[in-house]
């Protein structure tokens, strides 16, 4: 098996006076697509660059197979990088732009013109071999930097938000070839990106940043269903926050007073006591949006609120409500168009409405002992 | 209605501006290479080829290859002070500053500033006295009047052009593709004399024209400070004008040195074209 384990060992790196990265340690599987999400400024670049070896932390260290390589020139880590602006050398054709490595290496005629061949063929650019780069779209310049940081067979490749020069569709495509590229090739990929649909869609696992430290590492379906706390929960997707005093507490559920609300109920996804401070994530569209009171059957814990519609958003796919609660608490509530939507009792503007959702589908993010 | 070419108009003064100062007087020189020579300067206009059978002998090859030696090496060390200089000034943050600076010698006649450097290098110079009152030496050092003083000082005087082009070249480099370079395997040296140097050829080009060809027409610095038999293209036609009043000869060595330019640039910007076009086809 192709690829390395990478170990990011307790890093920090400071710019003058501003801390970049606090105490990050990861540890990144061989093989594995693994996504560093977070917001613009978090660190995310500057944590590539240190396992790059374009800067140097103030301390801390990176492993590669359990071989430290902090203090190896970028040319001699077998690591390589794409570039978000490409950095390919304008004056080298496609063909040349590819078998510079190999070049560097001293390979021999026949090899480099078989490698690169094999590699371009791979990002489906073979017609193109003879282009200078400022012939090509902003999607083939990105498959040649790809084609040419996979040539020398690394055992990392670290990409820096590869996609975010292309247009939306274009993403979407090119996303779903680096995953099926991550599966031929079979090495360890880092994925840079502040999008998290791109980060959920092909990642392994995510490690979600801020502010320089690492949140949370986990599957996207962990990350996305069991956020660490407040900040990942709003940052992954879209979400509403409900929170309130413990008022009692069973074996599995418990219940909260919010203002303005009132009774809540909630899974004890963390361990809680009467009196403590929860705060409970509810994702859009796990709440069910009525115009009549709804009939709930087997779920006996869900507790039915009403509101006004405030506003909607109609998507195609989806109509994105915002509704008032009694209490002025804004709730956002998504609702998937799985039938011609005029099939059903549309909900207009200002309408009153009941929203509902399951305590099974909410999520216990934080709890604040008091 | 017949449209009028404001395009002819408006470039007009050029045109005549480079007819006044630049085509006839050229075409002159062509017509006079052709002449007989009067005794006392001037021509007689009798057609003749003498000017350039002339040229055919030794002492003239000496002087031109005297003159192309001279050129290339101070363009060389030009361009190696300047790049690294050019590079300074690009990446730092008080470009404005360092850029003045550059063009600060601009202020003053180029004469005087020749003059400055004799007071430098003289035997009676600064850097002369420094050295002897240092006691690195015993006697004073002979720094002008030779060829070395010609190349320090042609050097001195074109710096300026050359950095100009390469800083705007430099500027606009994209940094990020020597850590590519990096990244994909290249040593810092690598990167730099396959990266770095390539991406920056169109300053590279311009700085060599621009120190070279005028090097090339060298006057004023060999007779200032070449000494006796440092004799550029320059001051062998300056002599044919002035002192053995042979103007067809003078003009015949004109011609020579504008046509040898000329091809030499052509080649020079053709090789290099040449060379990126044949990468696009393998
Ligand atoms: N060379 C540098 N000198 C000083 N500050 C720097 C330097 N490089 C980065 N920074 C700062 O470090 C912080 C993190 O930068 P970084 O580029 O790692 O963010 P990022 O997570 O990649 O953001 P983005 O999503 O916008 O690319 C930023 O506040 C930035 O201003
Ligand atoms: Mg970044």
Redesign the pocket.
């Known amino acids: 098996m192709k690829g390395s384990v990478v170990l990011i060992n307790d890093i920090n790196k400071s ?2 006076e ?1 801390r ?2 606090n105490n990050v340690s990861l540890e990144i599987k061989k093989g594995e697509f693994f996504s560093l999400l ?12 240190i396992i790059a070896g374009f ?1 140097t932390p103030d301390s801390g260290d990176i492993k590669l197979d359990n071989t430290s390589i902090i203090n190896l020139q970028p040319n001699e880590r077998h690591v390589n990088t794409i570039f ?1 602006n490409y950095a390919l050398f304008p004056h080298l054709s496609v063909y040349e732009n590819v078998a510079f490595p190999l070049r560097l290496q001293k390979k021999s005629e026949k090899i480099i013109n078989e490698e690169v061949r094999k590699y371009l063929s791979m990002v489906k650019l073979e017609d193109h071999i003879k282009k200078m780069p400022s012939q090509l779209s902003g999607g083939q310049k990105q498959r040649v930097s790809i084609a040419r940081a996979l040539v020398l067979q690394p055992n990392v490749l670290l990409l ?2 590869p996609l975010s020069a292309l247009d939306a569709k274009l993403r979407q495509h090119m996303l779903i070839e680096l995953d099926s590229i991550h599966d031929q090739v079979g090495i360890t990929f880092i994925f ?1 990106t ?1 999008d998290q649909q791109e980060a959920l869609s092909v990642s392994d696992r995510v490690a979600v ?1 801020h502010q ?1 430290v690492v949140l949370q590492v986990g599957t996207p379906s962990q990350i996305y269903e069991s956020p660490g706390n407040s900040f990942v929960a709003d940052f992954i997707g879209e979400t509403n926050f409900i929170e309130g005093t413990v008022v009692s507490v069973d074996d599995k559920m418990g219940v909260m007073n919010v203002d303005g609300i009132g009774k809540v109920n909630f899974y004890l996804d963390k361990p809680v006591k009467t009196g403590d401070f929860v705060r409970v994530t509810v994702r859009p569209e796990k709440i069910r949006i009525t115009k009549e009171y709804p009939k709930i059957e087997g779920h006996p814990h869900t507790i039915v609120l009403n509101g006004i519609v405030d506003e909607l958003i109609y998507t195609g796919f989806q109509t994105k409500f915002f509704v008032h609660l009694d209490s002025k608490v804004l709730f956002k509530v998504f609702k998937q168009h799985v039938k011609y939507f005029m099939d059903e009792t549309p909900i207009n503007w200002k309408d009153p409405v009941y929203i509902w959702w399951n305590p099974a589908d909410g999520y216990l993010v934080e709890v604040e002992p008091r | 209605m017949k449209k009028i070419n404001y395009g002819k108009i408006y470039t007009a003064p050029l045109t005549m501006w480079i007819t006044f100062f630049f085509v006839i007087p050229t075409s002159i020189i062509f017509l006079y290479s052709f002449l007989k020579k009067k005794l006392r300067g001037g021509v007689l206009w009798e057609f003749s080829i003498d000017g350039y059978t002339a040229l055919i002998n030794q002492s003239f090859f000496k002087v031109v290859w005297f003159t192309v030696v001279i050129s290339i090496f101070a363009t060389f060390l030009t361009l190696l002070l300047a790049i690294p200089t050019s590079y300074f000034i690009a990446r730092s943050k008080r470009k404005n500053l360092y850029l003045f600076l550059v063009i600060v010698p601009f202020w003053t006649n180029f004469l005087i500033r020749i003059f400055a450097w004799i007071s430098i290098l003289g035997n009676n110079g600064f850097l002369n006295n420094m050295l002897l009152s240092l006691g690195i030496i015993k006697s004073p050092l002979m720094l002008l009047y030779n060829q070395y003083a010609i190349i320090v000082v042609t050097v001195y005087t074109y710096l300026p052009y050359a950095i100009l082009p390469l800083y705007s070249t430099i500027e606009k480099f994209d940094f990020s593709l020597l850590e590519a370079a990096r990244d994909l395997g290249a040593s810092k040296l690598q990167s730099l004399f396959k990266i770095f140097l390539p991406g920056i050829r169109s300053g590279i080009m311009t700085a060599t024209i621009f120190t070279f060809i005028p090097a090339l027409g060298s006057y004023a610095i060999p007779l200032l400070v070449g000494g006796q038999k440092s004799f550029m293209i320059g001051n062998l036609i300056a002599r044919e004008l002035k002192v053995t009043m042979n103007w067809p000869l003078a003009s015949s060595m004109s011609v020579v040195l504008t046509v040898v330019t000329t091809i030499g640039i052509f080649i020079f910007l053709n090789t290099n074209k040449n060379k990126s076009e044949l990468k696009n086809e393998n």
């Open positions: 710019f003058g501003s970049i990265l977070g917001p613009s400024g978090c660190g995310k670049t500057t944590l590539l660059r800067e978000q820096d938000e840079v502040h940043m320089g």
